[in-house]
């Protein structure tokens, strides 16, 4: 092996200075700490997208007097747990609509603010919320149209039983 090939026993690099050799200083924008202190604020923003989801079935239910017992959240999802059936195809429809469609407007709010921060900000600091809000925006959008796919417990499955309901 070569001299830099592979990860070095004894480095020979100041911590940071290196990738395979990570800072620990919370100063440094690329060190650990920093890196984790980012992901623990983006999975928190991920799972508030996955509550605003279901608190749109919830609000939406609770219009057409359906008690809403309790909300479950798991890390991709969540279901809101209904006191009784929907009376008709139409409520049926939507309480199934609601949520994908919350991230739908959450995703396309987030994708357009970084686009609108990127083009009034791009030689700010400001590069790390614009990530953010694409990441944010994105991940809202595929969360909005994989739930409309027609198959249960997807939301999607639950709008095609109210299209053969009615």
């Known amino acids: ?12 690099s100041p911590p940071g200075e290196r990738p395979d050799c ?3 200083r919370a100063s440094d924008e690329h060190s650990f700490i920093v890196r984790v202190l980012r992901a ?3 999975a928190l923003l991920l799972f508030l997208s ?3 989801h279901e608190l749109g079935h919830s609000y939406v239910a609770l219009r057409y007097q359906i008690p809403i017992r309790q909300i479950t959240l798991f890390i991709f999802g969540g279901v809101a747990h209904m006191g009784k059936e929907p009376p008709s195809p139409r409520a049926e429809f939507l309480i199934a609509i609601a949520g994908p469609l919350v991230s739908l407007i959450l995703g396309a709010g987030c994708l357009g603010g970084a686009m609108a921060m990127e083009s009034l900000f791009a030689r700010s600091g400001l590069r790390g919320l614009i990530v ?7 991940v809202n959008v595929q969360l909005g149209l994989f739930n409309l796919i027609p198959g249960f417990p997807l939301d999607g499955g639950r709008v095609l039983r109210a299209g053969l309901w009615a």
Do not use: A, D
């Open 1 to 12: 092996m070569s001299p830099g090939e592979g990860l070095p026993i004894f480095p020979t």
């Open 132 to 138: 953010l809000g694409s990441l944010l925006g994105m």
């Open 50 to 52: 996955v509550l605003l």
């Open 22 to 24: 990570p800072s620990l």
């Open 40 to 42: 623990r604020r983006t």
